[in-house]
Every structure is written in structure tokens, then in C-alpha cells.
């Protein structure tokens, strides 16, 4: 067959597929987005961004445009009825990222950074009011069968790989006969977005030194468990449980609402609804992420309870793992396996983040009384602090190499004041010790140059961070995860021959043959 119209058709343009379309924009893919709205969802649904992500908006060249539009956020404080504290998670600060550990946004303004991204790249053509509803599956290509909302009309274009970021009720999870592992919570929630001339009273301990609100607090009530969480400017989330005795029909009524604001003295005459809807927040993971040239990311691949604001952080990391694999196995760098360990290294990292969201949401939605006050007695004899999550990836091109290899690499800055990333590009790098380079062979900077990895040598913080991992060097994928790190010249060119690459030394060759036996 003729050479398909695209590389990658992205079917979805929310947060995820508009990150994977920069991201491939970036990589210099020739790709198609089709999206069944007219524009950018206008109601804020995610709120928290993490340290990783916007490190990602960093790669993607994004991260100026995005911060002026960004709360820096602290904790999240889980307190009681008598507003004691339970649990704290902590995300004060800045992190080893390189960024601060958390960020509030208002969803549609985050979303619009990202499409203006995606304008930079004339290779990225984005089809909105287009419904995908068919998938031809072929050996070296996919047709994807859309409809123009706008008029009527049918239309199809050929890509070699097409990316389900098409939310919960993904369609190419569908054509993909992947079915959803339920992991068992399934709650309702009136979700409600407050713009307020002044702030809430009575939120506690949630102030910094100026004033400003910036915890969210869990109030782990039994009789009506809720969320509250600052945003940007003069907005406000407050999540409530929805309980037996509401009605559905009329609980996200103005009347209904001030009611259950009571407790935080909002005055009707001095704040806007924007949105109060009800909403169910499931958990759950696809049982299968790629079926040959179909791929899903995102809410498409998992689904995720609110309590640790990770639903749409995990979508980021699915396209940070997924885009660079696309890019090189398409421009002929890398063999296609190299997408094989796409779904075996998220799977499981996004599991670790779901359990956790499920356990909390057991503390938080505990509506019986008594086992209310069984889960103080227990919890505030032993007050929680839960540090941000950081799980290793699943199996997949780390080995079985022990830790840190598969977990994320911090981002130090270098002795002239630069960030690492911005040293590096959207790429792999060999963060090297100066008089380690010094020592490579030939053969090895040819393994390097051919597979298109940046050597920088470790100076600054980053000598620092190596004397730290008492290593030589480390080598760090596109998407910062650690690929190993290595003492020796030998332990280098075996990590290097983990990645799945076209290179023709015949070095790498051999370590690569004693990699995959
Ligand atoms: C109330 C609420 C609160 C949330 N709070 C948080 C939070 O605090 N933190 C957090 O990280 N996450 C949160 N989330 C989750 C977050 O919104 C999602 O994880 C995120 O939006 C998922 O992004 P996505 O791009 O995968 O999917 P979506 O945002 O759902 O985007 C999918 C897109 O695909 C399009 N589409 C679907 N089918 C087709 C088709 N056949 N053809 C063409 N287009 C199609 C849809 O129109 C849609 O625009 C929350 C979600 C909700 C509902």
C-alpha cells in the first residue's frame, strides 16, 4: 500500500491527546487529531498538576506560557468533625523535578497553552468536530472512518498508529476488545465550581504567610464527606458526597448549593455558580493498552478517584512514555518492540496510584459513625504524612536492574546555572562524571552518537546528584525515568543495550545479545 497519510492519528483533544500531539509535533511526526467538540471542554474538571508535569510542559517548551496561569498549591490536609488532622499529604515546596511538587489550574485556560503548542507544528493537522467511529485495522496501516459534525460529511485518512486519548467511554478501546478491570469504587459526588469576590471562612490551618488559601482540605465527615480546593484567581472546588437522603434531581439546585456552602459563609449576592453537576468517579484499568497499531492513553486506558488529583497526571505521564517510543520506532531508530514495554511499564505504575486513591477515598467516604470514630482513634494515634507518590515502572526496558533504574531522575541544575533538560531536549542523555568521559572508548561514543544520546558532564548539582547515587554515570530516558546507572565503562554499554535501538557497533551488539537472553 500507498505510505499512510499520517504517522499517528490522535483520536481525543482533551489534556491528553493535546500533550501527545505536541509532544510528536516535537518529534517531528507528521499527525492527525480528531476531536468531536468545537473547542476546549469549558468547564474546569481536573485541577492539579504535579512537579512531573510540569516538568513535561518544560519539554514541550510550554512551561513560560503555563506558569502566569498556575497557583503554587502546599497540602492536602484530611481533617475530621472536630477539625483535627488525620492525614496530611505533603506537597509543599519545590521538588526534585526541579519545579514545585504541586500546582492548581483552571482546566480550560491549561488546555488552551496547549493547543496554541500545538500550533507551532504545521506537521499537526486537528480536525475538530470530527467523530471517530470506525477503525480498519491493516498490516502496516489503520483507516480511520470519521464523521464532519458540521456538515455530514464522511471522510477517512490512513495513519501507521492511532492513539485512543478519547476519554472513559473511549471508542478505540472498544475496537481494541479491551475490556475495563473495575477496581471497585464507585462513588457519586456533586462537583461544584465557585467563583467568590472573597475567600471561604473558616477553611483551617490552609493559609501561607500572605493570607492566601493554599491547602485543599478533605473533611473526612461521616455525615457528608467533602473536598474543598483552592484554584486559580476567584475560583473555588468544593466536591460533597452525594448521601442516600439527596435527591439527585435537585441537590445541584443554587438553593440546594448555598445550603451545603453554609459552613464556609458564601453569600449568594457575592459569588457565581459556575458548575455543579453530579458526577461519578470510578476507578478502573483497561486490560490492554496496545493491540498491534491501536494504542490508548489516558482516562481511555484508566480511571481514577479524585482524592490524590492524579487522574489526568497519569494521563501525562501515559503520552511522556509513549510519544518518544512512537517517534523513534517511526523515524526507523528504534524496532517496534520498543513499544511493547509502553504498557507493561504504565500499568503498573498507574495501579500503585489508583490503590492509593481508593484507600483514601475508604478514610475520607467512611459514613458510618462508629467506624468514623474507629478511623480517628486509629489515625490520630498514628497521624499520617504521605510524601508525594513515586512508584518505579513497571517491567519494561530498565531490566532487571535494582532501583533507581525505572524511577524518575531529579533535575539538577548544571555548574552555569542551566537545568538539566533544557541541556538535554526532548532526548535521552548520559549524565556523566567530567573524568568518566574522559575514559570512554571510541566505541562507545559511537554507540552514543548513534543513538542520538546527549552526553553532558556532570557539573554543579549534577555532580552532586551523582556523588549522591554513588554512580559514574546515569543514563536518562526522553521521559526522565532512570535507565540505569553505572560505575564502569562495562555497565554503561550494558545499560545503553537495553534500549531497543538500531545502533551498529559491534560492542552494542554483543551487550545488547547478552541483554535480551
Ligand atoms: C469532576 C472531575 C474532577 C476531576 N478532578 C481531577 C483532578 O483534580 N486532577 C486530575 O488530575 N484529574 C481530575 N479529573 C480527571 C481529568 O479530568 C481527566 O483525567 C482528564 O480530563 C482526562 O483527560 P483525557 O484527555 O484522557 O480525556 P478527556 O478529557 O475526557 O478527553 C477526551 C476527548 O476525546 C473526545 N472524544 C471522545 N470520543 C471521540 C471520538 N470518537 N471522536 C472524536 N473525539 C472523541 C472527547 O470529546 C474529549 O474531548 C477530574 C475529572 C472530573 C470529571
Known sequence: MATPDFDVAIIGYGPVGAILANLLGLGGLKVVVFERENSVYHLPRATALDGEGMRLFQ????ADALRPKLNVSRNIRHINSEGQLLVLLERGGIGPEGWNNAYRFYQPEFEGVLRAG???????????????????EDDDHVRVRYENLANGALGAVTARYVVGCDG????????????????RSHERWIVLDMILDTPPAGV??????TGAIVDAIQYCIPARPTTFIPMPGKRHRWEFMLMPHDDPATITRPESIY???????????????ERAVVYTFHSAIATQWRRDRLLLAGDAAHQTPPFLGQGMGAGLRDVANLAWKLRDVI??????????SYETERMEHVRAFIELAVALGGVIQATDPEKARQRDKELLANPTMLKPLTPRLGPGLHGDAAPPAGTRAMQPRLAD????????GYRSCVLALPRFIETLPPATRQTLDESKQVLVPADGEAKDYLTRLNASAIVIRPDRYILGVASTIDELEAILARLPMRVSTPQFLAAAAAAYT
Open 331 to 340: 523515524a526507523g531508530d528504534a524496532p517496534e518492540h520498543l513499544l511493547d
Open 59 to 62: 519539554a514541550m517548551g510550554l
Open 417 to 424: 546555572g542551566a537545568r538539566l533538560d533544557d541541556r538535554v
Open 259 to 273: 445550603e451545603l456552602l453554609k459552613p464556609w459563609n458564601i453569600d449568594p449576592d457575592k459569588s457565581q455558580i
Open 204 to 209: 483551617p490551618d490552609a493559609t501561607d504567610e
Open 118 to 136: 500545538v500550533a507551532r507544528f504545521p506537521a499537526v493537522d486537528v480536525r475538530l468536530r470530527s467523530d471517530v467511529f470506525a477503525l480498519d
Open 168 to 183: 472513559a467511554r473511549s471508542t478505540v478501546r472498544r475496537f481494541m476488545g479491551a475490556a475495563l478491570q473495575d477496581l
